[in-house]
């Protein structure tokens, strides 16, 4: 649906610039204005495949983003434990979850697709079965292989009328209007949400009739006499009752006083010169082309405006040998061990920078995937040493003033952005549960602002936290969305609350660390490869069998960092 929604809104200021464009360049002709329109059916169709699977340009037109990339943490606790509480207020237990609201969501949209392609579909069939019996004006049938139904009555007009009738038939025709018009109705039923897709085929069906009545009147026909033919069809319509759904003289309704007028005023549309037309196509086809293709980030910035005075970046030719050796960092001063600007156990400088100390303070926020940029990033080692005026901490230094220097020597440049992707869903085993009910005498549940008020003598503020040694988690007074936002600092993706389980518990989760569960090394990577019991259970196992719960994968919105640029660095 997210992708559904930004194609829908792409698309509406793609419609908007290319009204202006063809108001400005005064084109007034319906032949083109309908292949223009025609386009943009089209374009709307193929921009949710675009949205989801097309390249994209970032456009940094946005003012600098003074927030962190993700959400900031305090700090964490000694030995490689992290307070991992949110800051955010928890949801309450009675309200609906974003993944029901969003399923809610798709189930309407499907519904009303489901609705207007059974309409369309129908209709198709009911077009192609069309007799002259069944007729009361003339229409033009079929997508691949048009055709022309007189209706019965036709053998009584006049022989002007009929070769006017056959004109204008013969020119939808020519035009292969019932395709285009087909496809309008298609982009409707996608689209039945969005008042541009609804304008866009009534649009089309009118320019349609305009283009095929100046080819009538281009090929002798008088203006008057013409008229009255469309008078009599529309006559013959209102007498009959009904309108024949398809394309041609059959809907005489749509516009038939701007066509009657516009052939009766003898002021002929004047003709487009050919650069006035490439200029215009050349606009449009830009205008469509960037807001297609664009991204919208904000602008590049220091973050927190503090820079080193001086900084050496050299390039680790020992490789791993040395890697995170040698560091001697003190406040204001950084000096670092070879490392990979991205690495797979989400220690590498960019993700230090934009995760692990966004915002100037330790953030063991787990793994946050990071998108594009060239194969070196994640092979070639650097080293960095910098010096700063004053005496800024480790957090400040290897976060808002890392990503400054990054900016600076490695031309990086890099936004946040959200995606459908793979995630966790935090579901319950029937009859299997084995969660503690939560003792507020036992401790106070942690709140979710900063700083925490007071409490009173004797009272403490329940455990919540995630151990790297061990490893563990520790959940004193959660509700089960709040541990599924724990599980976010260790596994591999995102865990989504799907228990339905309301109320505070008590949780106490010991597992193994493995391939799935990186985000420990990101709480303390210092700490041993072999600190967890190998032959002990995985979170999976450790959820269900300690818990009575399961994680299941899943599609969900993910966050990502997504790299547009970036260079090897310049020279010292």
């Known amino acids: 649906m997210t992708i559904l929604f930004e194609s829908a809104i792409r698309v509406t200021l793609i419609a908007a610039i290319i009204a202006l464009v063809l108001f400005a360049m005064r084109i007034k002709t319906a032949s083109v204005l309908h292949a223009v329109w025609a386009g943009v059916v089209v374009l709307m169709m193929l921009l949710p495949a ?76 009911r077009a192609n079965r069309l007799t002259s019996a069944s007729c009361v004006v003339p229409v033009t049938v079929g997508l691949l292989h048009p055709r022309i139904v007189l209706p019965e009555s036709s053998h009584e007009w006049p022989q002007a009328q009929l070769d006017a009738v056959l004109a204008h038939e013969g020119e939808h025709i020519r035009r292969r209007d019932p395709l285009f018009q087909w496809l309008a109705l298609l982009n409707r039923a996608l689209f039945w949400f969005h008042p541009l897709a609804w304008w866009l085929e009534r649009k089309l069906s009118g320019l349609a009739e305009e283009a095929c009545d100046t080819a009538v009147i281009a090929r002798g026909h008088d203006p008057r006499e013409y008229s009255e033919y469309l008078l009599d069809l529309a006559r013959s319509v209102e007498r009959a009752g009904a309108r024949i759904g398809a394309v041609g003289m059959a809907m005489p309704g749509i516009g038939l006083k701007h066509r009657i007028r516009q052939m009766l005023s003898g002021v002929p549309v004047p003709r487009i010169s050919r650069p006035r037309m490439a200029c215009t196509v050349a606009v449009c086809a830009a205008a469509a082309g960037i807001l297609a293709a664009g991204t919208l980030v904000h602008a590049q910035s220091s973050q927190s405006g503090l820079q080193f005075e001086v900084a050496s970046i050299k390039t680790c030719k020992d490789g791993l040998a040395s890697r995170r050796g040698g560091g001697y960092s003190s406040p204001g001063r950084l000096s670092t061990g070879c490392d990979l600007l991205v690495d797979e156990n989400n220690v590498g400088f960019i993700q230090r920078a934009y995760v692990r100390f966004a915002g100037g303070h330790a953030n063991p ?208």
Not at 74 to 101: E, I, K, Y
Not at 421 to 442: D, H, N, R
């Open 50 to 125: 675009w949205v989801a699977w097309g390249p994209k340009a970032s456009l940094p037109v946005l003012p600098p983003d003074r927030t962190p990339v993700v959400a900031l943490l305090p700090p964490p606790s000694p030995a490689g434990l992290a307070d991992a509480t949110p800051r955010t207020s928890p949801v309450p237990s009675h309200a609906p979850s974003p993944a029901r609201q969003r399923g809610g969501y798709i189930a309407i949209y499907l519904l009303g697709v489901g609705v207007f392609l059974l309409r369309l579909g129908i209709g198709t069939i």
């Open 365 to 572: 926020m787990g793994v946050l995937p990071i998108k594009g940029g060239p194969a070196w990033i994640h092979s070639e080692m650097y080293k960095i040493d910098a010096k700063a005026e004053g005496h800024p901490n480790m957090e400040m230094m290897q976060g808002p003033m890392l990503a400054a220097l990054l900016e600076d020597r490695f031309k990086l440049k890099i936004h946040r952005e959200t995606r459908e992707g793979s995630v966790y869903a935090l579901t319950p085993v029937k009859g299997a549960s084995k969660l503690k009910p939560f003792q507020e005498k036992q401790c106070s549940p942690v709140p979710s602002v900063r700083p925490f008020p007071p409490l009173p003598a004797g009272q403490a503020y329940c455990k919540v936290m995630v151990s790297s040694r061990g490893p563990s988690i520790d959940a004193e007074g959660s509700t089960l969305g709040e541990f599924a936002k724990l599980l976010n600092l260790v596994l591999d993706r995102p865990v989504i609350d799907k228990t339905g389980i309301a109320g505070r518990f008590d949780i106490h989760l010991e597992f193994s660390q493995d391939q799935v569960t990186p985000g420990l090394l990101g709480l303390d990577p210092d700490a041993p490869a072999t600190a967890s019991d190998p032959t002990g259970p995985t979170i999976f196992t450790a959820i269900q069998e300690q818990l009575g719960l399961k994680l299941e994968s899943a599609k969900g919105p993910r966050e990502f960092l997504v790299i547009d640029h970036i260079d090897k660095p310049s020279e010292n």
